[in-house]
């Protein structure tokens, strides 16, 4: 059910939006300062900072965001001061990112603790709240899986930074790795992009509702297949199969779509087959060198996260702000569609350029390594005045209504 009445006000999900394309620039500058050595190093702690700023400040600003915006419109749930909270969770968030890139950067142990304590304090309460409202709401949401990966990613990233600078608790320094990534990668990212491809697929792309029992029972099965592999490496081999059942839903949803011409059809189906490729690998990827575990990292992220987001950034985005506008001038003005908020034009254009940097990394990274953040830096660039442009001509067009309006109302009658 679709709840446009209780919605955030506009500019809380969009602060979060606008504030990821920097933080990915700010990646791609850090990644040209890298020396041949620095970027075949996954542990590198250059590279671990970089991996962060990407984790947190691009992904984690846009999710974040969206979590926050879809909660609200499909199960009701809202702060009471929603500005005075979105402002704080989004200090927390900057703050945080910031001190952890800079930590692991220096390898400061103080700088990690304290970005360790902030991060920690600001995503739980995070997801304890929104699972609290979710519970109280009696409704059934699909989100609280993602929220329950939210709250399980800080809780391990905070035993890292424990293990690493006390020795404690007694976790073997493998196991509690692994359990990071596997809970951030899975039970937060991937389980808030499936949350989301529920409404957003049907709705934007107009194409049949999910089946009953994926909508029901994947994301429960994909929690329990990332514990198994957080209890005992062996469980990644089964880590695949509840993304595969969701590519295979989602391709058949993509091929009914009445939007057969639209970008973000083929971006969807480009990344959860990227995705999910990944996945299907990742058992065999355990003991490999670190040279083969940043490439199919990279392109986890280029060739199937990156696709996904920018999809449902180009119809969220103009969602939002088409809905602040009918708020603003109900009687409608001369913004009548989203389209004109977020041209396809634009959509096609960031299509061409984020599947050209899945399609490149490979051999970029075995032949000119300092080209790819140099496409890093176009995308950020491009998507940052995407979001400007959107924002301005919305805002553009609210001053036009508003004018002509009270231009009417003054003529004598």
Known sequence: MFLPEFSLPVRIPLRFFRTAPW???????????????????RFAPPMLAITHLLALGFLGNIMLGALLQVSAVLTGVRAKHAPFWGMALWLVLQLGTAMLALGLWQMQPVLLQAAAAILFCGLIS?????????????????????????????????LLVGILSYGF????????????????????????????????????????????ALNRWLLPALLLCALAAVMDARGLTILCLPILAWLFGLLRLLQNSQRRADPARYLWGWGAVNMALVLALL???????????????????????????????????????????????????????MGQLFPERWLKRLAYLSIAMGITFWPLFQLTFKAIPIIILLYAGAIAYCLRRSVQTQQVAIVQAKTLSAQTSNQPK
Do not use: C
């Open 23 to 41: 933080w990915l620039a700010l990646s791609a500058l850090l990644l040209l300062t890298l020396d041949a050595d620095q970027w075949q190093q």
């Open 283 to 337: 058992p065999w990827l355990v003991d490999v060198s670190d040279t083969a575990s940043i490439l199919m990292a990279g392109h986890f992220v280029l060739a199937g996260v990156l696709p996904i987001i920018t999809a449902m950034l180009a119809k969220i985005i103009p969602f939002l702000l088409w809905l602040d506008y009918r708020l603003q001038v109900p009687s409608g003005g001369k913004l009548r569609h």
């Open 126 to 158: 995070l997801a304890l709240w929104l699972l609290h409202r979710f519970w109280r709401s009696g409704t059934r949401s699909v989100l609280s899986w993602p929220v329950i990966g939210l709250g399980l990613t800080a809780v391990s990233g905070t």
């Open 169 to 212: 608790p007694a976790i073997g320094l493998n196991e509690i790795l692994r359990a990071h990534i596997v809970l951030a990668s899975i039970t937060w990212l991937i389980a808030l992009i499936i949350a989301v491809a529920f409404t957003v697929v049907p709705m934007f792309l107009v194409a049949p509702a999910w089946p009953q």
